[in-house]
């Protein structure tokens, strides 16, 4: 079982939900997909982290091959290549490595030289496998990195990924091995604008999804509204309490320090499960 946790922006509880999914079972891995800025394993901590290097191919231009013909300029989407002084510049910093400008161009001028991007961190905490990716500053994209990590997902059985905010190219190679993706929103108009956002992208990758309400409080809540009006399933609800901030702010798991939050993502697990099956198994009898 693969769950993907997302969220429409950051700040609504996004890795609070993923960090204490992963933790209210032993033998689960946690994923940090949140490569941007990613933070689970200040709550885990995990014990003498193993890092694998990450690395794209950029171009490199032969000068001497080169005739000006500026066909790699055109092709490239993102300016990275840009002809100034009667040379092919190449801007690896804004570089996405697609690789198209060599094989566009004419006169086989342009080879692929290895660019570091980014770490792969994995280690241990108290029976969690913690598997992190660490993009380096100032890179174009982290898609190659959460590439790589969707790697270590396919050799895990029971994995949590917790997914960059938002609905970006990032996110969506986030989950796309997922069979199941867990949505967290917030208590406001501009949650339920979120969760909608996240909600469109998890239907059009036709992904068995859910909802974890966090931060609720007495009154309106305009995300619980729009689970309503469009069906999905609420799954969990977290009020909103000082403890809760408390514990998380320090760096420490709930269910690691409270037995009845152990209980609750432990059933929401539980729950999720049989969510992805009862939903697999209606797919296979259409």
């Known amino acids: 079982m693969k769950i993907a946790v997302l969220s429409g922006k950051g700040g609504t509880g996004k890795t609070l939900v993923a960090v204490n999914l992963a933790a209210s079972y032993e033998n689960l891995t946690y994923v940090d997909c949140d490569v941007e800025e990613p933070n689970g394993h200040l709550f885990f901590k995990p ?9 794209v191919n950029i171009p490199v231009v032969n000068h001497n091959i080169c005739t000006g013909c500026r066909v790699c300029v055109d092709v490239c989407k993102f300016n990275a290549l840009a002809y100034i002084g009667e040379r092919v510049k ?6 996405h490595a697609c690789g198209g400008c060599a094989l566009f161009c004419p006169e086989k001028a342009i080879t692929e030289t290895e660019k570091a991007i980014g770490v792969i ?5 108290e029976g969690t496998k913690v598997i992190s990716g660490i993009m380096n500053l100032g890179e174009a994209s982290g898609v190659p990195i959460i590439s790589e990590l969707m790697n270590y997902v396919k050799r895990e059985e029971a994995v949590i990924i917790d997914c960059p905010p938002g609905s970006s190219c990032m996110v969506m190679e986030s989950i796309r091995e997922a069979d199941f993706c867990l949505m967290v929103a917030e208590p406001t108009v501009f949650g339920a604008h979120n969760l909608k956002m996240v909600h469109e992208l998890v239907r059009l990758f036709h992904k068995p999804h859910g909802v974890v309400l966090n931060k609720c409080v007495k009154g309106r809540n305009p ?9 999905i399933k609420i799954l969990m609800k977290i009020e909103y309490r000082s403890e809760i901030a408390n514990i998380n702010s ?5 269910t690691r320090t ?3 939050f152990k209980k609750k993502f432990s059933d929401l697990y539980q729950t999720i499960c049989e969510e992805a099956l009862d939903e697999a198994t209606f797919d296979s009898q259409r």
Request: proline share 3%; net charge negative; with cysteine.
């Open 258 to 260: 409270d037995a009845a």
């Open 121 to 125: 961190e994995e280690g241990n905490s």
């Open 223 to 231: 995300s619980e509204e729009y689970c309503i009006q469009n069906d």
């Open 47 to 55: 014990v003498k982290p193993i890092k694998h290097s990450v690395s």
């Open 250 to 254: 320090s760096g420490e798991i709930l």
């Open 90 to 95: 190449v801007f690896s910093e804004v570089c």
